[in-house]
């Protein structure tokens, strides 16, 4: 067994250490770019049509709970754009206008500032949305019952709730799959900068 344990200890210590590479950490970043670049792009057209056609088929002059609750839902998607434009890996920002150091540190912080998105600020976005929706339902559904007004307002925020945690979940999966790998190299260049300092 100790014989064992020398020979796989021996075994790792030949391994050679592993080399970042540059160019693969290049590719990625600039993947990531194209993703978000169309990321945002979809939400440009996609959050004024929804916001449109909202305030086109409700009726939010009948009353201002609608008209409060589609105002919630504007807010929450424009507070969303924002953040995707803010988060965006950008062409400006190449090493040419940097010290290695500083695009490394801007990036790292760019891809971080995805996973608080994703993590934190969507969760966020579907209590706003939940707010909303429930507001609007309470209205339009005020002819009905109360129990079944009380069985569709927890039915429609347990199945939007849900979804939403499914689809940010996902998407936090696939960051972990796509963006942290490149973090974590970026991380051991700066530490290896660091560590020859």
Not at 152 to 175: E, N, P, S
């Amino acid at each position: 067994m100790e014989n064992n344990f020398e020979n796989i200890q021996k075994l790792w210590q030949a391994q050679k250490p592993v080399e970042f590479d540059l160019t693969t950490l290049m590719a990625g970043l600039k993947k990531t770019e194209v993703k978000q670049r169309r990321e945002v792009i979809s939400m440009l057209i996609i959050t004024p049509l929804t916001i449109g056609f909202l305030f086109w088929s409700m009726p939010w002059r009948e009353s201002q709970g609608i008209e409060i609750s589609l105002y919630i839902i504007a807010f929450a998607m424009i507070w969303v754009l924002g953040m995707a434009f803010r988060s965006k890996v950008a062409k400006n920002d190449s090493s040419e206008r940097f010290t290695n150091e500083e695009y490394l540190k801007t990036q790292i912080k760019k891809l971080n500032y995805r996973y608080e998105i994703a993590e934190k600020y969507m969760y966020v976005y579907t209590f706003f949305l939940l707010l909303a929706l429930n507001i609007c339902y309470y209205i339009l559904l005020e002819p009905l019952n109360a129990l079944l007004r009380i069985g569709i307002h927890l039915a429609l925020t347990v199945v939007v709730g849900g979804f939403m945690h499914w689809q940010i979940r996902k998407k936090v999966k696939k960051y972990d799959k796509e963006l942290k790998p490149m973090m974590e190299q970026m991380e051991g260049m700066l530490e290896k900068k660091d560590g020859l300092s």
